[in-house]
């Protein structure tokens, strides 16, 4: 009786052993698709990683249409101030705030470094 469990238990080990092995290559498999996949937005998918969101969930967030600079500084200023915890604000917003003003400032800096490297 004792050696037909330890037969179940070592079968069952090699069985889960190959699942999780297999799981792993078609993971890696994945992974190598993705990445190769996205290769060419590499600096899109960056931009988004540091400030962790999109370009135009922090239009949405800042209420702005266009990227204009001066736009995007007062909708930050005002969204910031009336947000601010000491006047009874949510520090979640206000953070959610500042970094889709991140997000567009990083936007802003990629535009600025192609217009120059064009002239």
Known sequence: MARFLAQIIVLGGQI????????LKQEF????????RTSNEAPRHAANTIS????????????IKELDPEAVQ??????????????????????KVFRAKER?????????????SKT
């Open 74 to 95: 007062k909708s930050f200023d005002y969204l910031f101030n009336i947000n601010d915890k000491k006047t009874g604000g949510s520090f979640y917003l206000q953070s």
């Open 29 to 36: 498999q994945a992974g190598s698709q993705f990445a190769s």
């Open 16 to 23: 889960i052993g190959k699942a999780f092995t297999q799981a």
């Open 104 to 116: 567009i400032d990083i936007e802003l800096k990629t535009i600025k470094e192609k217009n120059d």
């Open 52 to 63: 962790g969101m999109s370009l135009e969930e922090a239009k949405q967030i800042l209420n």
